[in-house]
Nanobody, 123 residues
């Protein structure tokens, strides 16, 4: 059974940094696409960043490009989201997601989801 467990959220001041982690377990993820989404109160869940575990594809939403970096650690089966220069509008619950096949930037493209971790950026 696939499990995605996020950690690293918290409260930070505007301009600060956080690193989110997503520990993946339950199968071999070498062919998977991994992504981070976020959902703010009253808004739809939106794509933030994604990568193909085997390489060759990394993609960012325009709103985070240049500030956020997605990466992975093969040995730890963990995906990270380094978030720098945080803004109050980055406040949301951040979710890790995994897709078994093709790359995607919308929620229906993902098969597995974590429980989410709250990120709050104060002004």
């Amino acid at each position: 059974q696939v499990q995605l467990v996020e950690s690293g959220g918290g409260l930070v001041q505007a301009g600060g940094s956080l690193r989110l982690s997503c520990a993946a377990s339950g199968r071999t993820f070498s062919s998977y696409v991994m992504a981070w989404f976020r959902q703010a109160p009253g808004k739809e869940r939106e794509f933030v960043a994604g990568l193909r575990w085997s390489g060759g594809w990394t993609y960012y939403a325009d709103s985070v490009k240049g500030r956020f970096t997605i990466s992975k650690d093969n040995a730890r089966n963990t995906v990270y989201l380094q978030m720098n220069s945080l803004k109050p509008e980055d406040t949301a619950v951040y979710y890790c997601a995994a897709a078994a096949s093709r790359v995607a930037v919308t929620t229906p493209g993902y098969d597995y989801w974590g429980q989410g971790t709250q990120v709050t950026v104060s002004s």
